[in-house]
C-alpha cells in the first residue's frame, strides 16, 4: 500500500451528533439500571422458615451499584 | 498531531466526550446524590400525579392469607418498645378542630374494617395478612381534621417517625390498625395502634403509635427510612 492510498483512508461517522449522544446516555443508563438493579435485587432478606431466600443466587456486592437499597433504588428511578 | 488538529479535537471531541465526562462525575458523591434525589423526588411527583391514591389495592379471601405465625416481624430498632397498654393514649395535634389524647376504645368505637391485603416490603418479600382497624378517614372527621391540611405526620414509642400525604390517609383502605388475624395487634407488630395502608410500602406502615399530626406543611424530618434517602411516596 502506498502512503498517498494510506492517505486516502479516511473515518466517516455514519450517524448524527445526537443519536450518538443519546447511544452513549443510554450505555450510562443502562449500566446504571442493571448495578442498582443487582444491588435492589441483594436486599431481599430472608425471614428464616417464614420467608426463606435459599432459592435466591448470592450475587457478589461489588457488582451492585448505589452502596445500600435506598441509594439503588434512587440511581435506579433517576435512570428509568 | 498540528495545533490544527489539536484545536478541532478540544471542540468537536470534548462534546463527543460529555457522556464519558458525565460517567465520570456520577464517580464523585457530592454530583450523584443531588442528581439521584432529584429523580427520586420526580418518580415521586409522577407517581403521585399519576397513579395517586385513586385505585384500590387488592384484597384477598381468608384461604390467600398466610398464617399469623408465617406473618414476619420487622422492626428497625427494637421489636419490643414495652407500650404501657392500659395507659396508652394518642396525642392528637396540629390542625384539627379536637386536639388531645385519644383512648383506644374511642378509635375502636369508629367503624371496623377488616381486610386481607398484601404487606409488600422495599426489600422485596410480601406477605397477605388479615388486618382490622378503623379508617384513618373517620378518624380525621373524628378529630376534626382541618381541609386545607395537607399531610400527616406520626411518631413512634419506639423513635420512628413518618409522614403520608392527606389523599392516601383519606384512602378507603388506609387504616388506624389495631387488630391483626381477628386478635388485638401484639407487641411486635405494633401494638396498640399501627398505620396499616395497602398502597404503600412497609416502610411507611408505622408501628407503636404515640402523636398524631395534622399539618399543611412538612417538616425536615419526613420519615426514618425517608430521610436515609428512600421514597418519601412510597406508593405501590
Redesign the interface.
Known sequence: MSTRAANSIRAVYEHPYMVRLCHWLTAISLTLMIGSGIEIFRAFPSFSTKIPENDIADIPSWLGVGGWLGGALQLHYTFM | MTERDFKRLSRREM??L???A??GA?LFKTV?TP??????R??DWVSEKQIGARRLAETFSDSKVVSFE???Y?YYDVLNPEVDLDSWKLTVEGEVMRPGEYRLDQIRELPRISQNTRHIC????D?IGSFGGARISDFLDMIGASDSARFIEVDCADDYYSSIDMKSARHSQSLLCYEMYGRPLDAGHGAPLRLQMPIKLGYKQAKYLVTFRVSSMLGVRKGY?ED????WYGGI
Do not use: C, D, Q, T
Not at chain 2, 442528581?35 to 427520586?40: C, R, S
Not at chain 2, 422495599?122 to 418479600?125: A, K, L, N, T, Y
Open positions: 462534546l463527543k460529555s457522556p464519558l458525565f460517567a456520577m450523584r442528581i439521584a434525589e432529584a429523580g427520586l420526580f418518580s408465617k406473618f414476619p420487622n422495599v426489600e422485596g418479600w406477605v427510612w436515609l434517602g428512600y421514597s
